[in-house]
């Protein structure tokens, strides 16, 4: 399969690159400095584009069977954070020029700002107004994708990361803001990022959730 990869130099997204390059896809790395992805194969074209550029994605995307956006924005106490939504515009609008079908995006748990009810105390009071620019800006490209015709998305939304590569540990998913345990409490608060990878490219063949949000974690 081929796969352009957005966000590739991220933490998150060099495991996807790797991870994907292993079970023999064909990947397109989209990245603003290409410096910073130091991985080397024969099926990895590194590609430097405007992710807010419909005109600079879509020579990248053609030919293309899905993308994998692992595109990620920090928080500003100064300004509001929009990137989320302006790349994701320009995502789908080279998709569909490109003619691409299928997108796989991650955001968080909690990007609905009423999810967090359940949540640890330190994480509702504490870190979440930390971050909520950014989960705000999440929310808002989540709500996009849901009026988009022709694409099918899914939102993955993993908890807090960890820079740990893939293991055999159990994934749980669940159509939501946040995996619930028995009692309904957020089942956890982070995971490593090579099993958020893992759980990504388990997609590119599956329409398990197309056109849906799902939150995830390891067991």
Known sequence: MRIAVLGASGQTGQFVVKQALQQGHIVTAIVRNPDKLTVRHDNLQVVEADIFSVD???PHFTGTDVVVSCLGFS?????SVTGYTHSMRAIIGAMREARVHKIVTMTSWYTDPNSSAQSPYLIRFLLLPIIRSVLSNMWEMEQYLQQVDNINWTVVRPPGLKNLPSSALELLANEGYFVPDEGGRPAGSAMGRGDVARFMLSLLNSNA??????AIITK
């Open 56 to 58: 600079s994605l879509k």
């Open 75 to 79: 928080t500003s106490f100064f300004s």
């Open 209 to 214: 959730w197309v056109k849906k949000g799902v």
